[in-house]
């Protein structure tokens, strides 16, 4: 993609996040792959000349993708019998919207059940569920 970000300008959002992120020196590659991450260096290769690659160093790495889906790291946490649910482009290309919406979703679900969970596990404990402020 040329630039991150573009369905947010008939919003006007765009203008008011590019600023954040050039303000917290966040540097933006654009058109670029990743191809291997390991700790605190990525390789990268521009999706126009793929077989050149060159190494970053980052604190945190935010991938935007552009509309293809990445699901290794889905199927691998399948296979270990990890809880875990694709979301996003990871299911088909999406927007940002569609995908911060089943982002929310997702949240919602664990959410309910980590409350739900929190309740089975008080009710089989020894710990008071009420708290008595005179006592």
Request: charged share 20%; proline share 3%.
């Amino acid at each position: 993609m040329a630039d991150v970000g573009m369905e947010t300008v008939p919003e006007v959002y765009f203008h008011w996040i590019m600023t954040y992120l050039h303000e917290a020196k966040v540097e933006i590659l654009t058109s670029h792959r990743v191809k291997h991450i390991n700790g605190r260096t990525a390789e990268i290769a521009n999706v126009y000349e793929p077989a050149g690659t060159r190494r970053i160093d980052a604190d945190l790495f935010v991938m935007a993708t552009a509309r293809s889906s990445e699901t290794e790291i889905y199927h691998l946490l399948r296979q270990r019998s990890a809880s875990v649910e694709a979301i996003g482009c990871a299911v088909a290309p999406r927007s940002v919207y569609e995908a911060t919406l089943e982002g929310h979703r997702a949240a919602r679900r664990l959410g309910a059940s980590q409350w739900a969970r929190i309740g089975r596990d008080m009710a089989q404990s020894h710990v008071p569920q009420y708290y008595n402020a005179s006592s």
